[in-house]
């Protein structure tokens, strides 16, 4: 069974920085792009971060600047370097990958559980 597990979430100040790690676990052929989302309170999801499987990477204009979004292609993982963060940061944050499960299959979307991230003083 696929699995994408998310870490590194919790409470930071204002101007403070986390580290989100995202790690895709199980049966997978190919990991194609990676990203991170975010849902805070009465909000709709958007999306903050992606990277495809070469590295290149592309931001919401929101986060721009004070966040970078890598991957480790080895270790099926993505990372979100979070820092300057803002209250207005603050919301669930998902991981999120394209998964090609076999040879021949149709790749699909999978989704973490999300890690909570507050920033406030």
């Known amino acids: 069974q696929v699995q994408l597990v998310e870490s590194g979430g919790g409470l930071v100040q204002p101007g403070g920085s986390l580290r989100l790690s995202c790690a895709a676990s199980?049966?997978?052929?190919?990991?194609?792009?990676m990203a991170w989302y975010r849902q805070a309170p009465g909000k709709q999801r958007e999306l903050v971060a992606t990277v495809t499987s070469g590295g290149s990477a592309n931001y919401a204009d929101s986060v721009g600047g004070r966040f970078t979004i890598s991957r480790d292609n080895a270790k099926n993982s993505v990372y979100l370097q979070m820092n300057s963060l803002k209250p207005e940061d603050t919301a669930v944050y998902f991981c999120?990958?394209?998964?090609?499960?076999?040879?021949?299959?149709?790749?699909?979307?999978?989704w973490g559980q999300g890690t909570q991230v507050t920033v406030s003083s």
């Open positions: 999120n990958a394209n998964l090609k499960l076999r040879l021949g299959s149709v790749s699909s979307n999978y």
């Open positions: 199980g049966s997978i052929f190919r990991v194609n792009a």
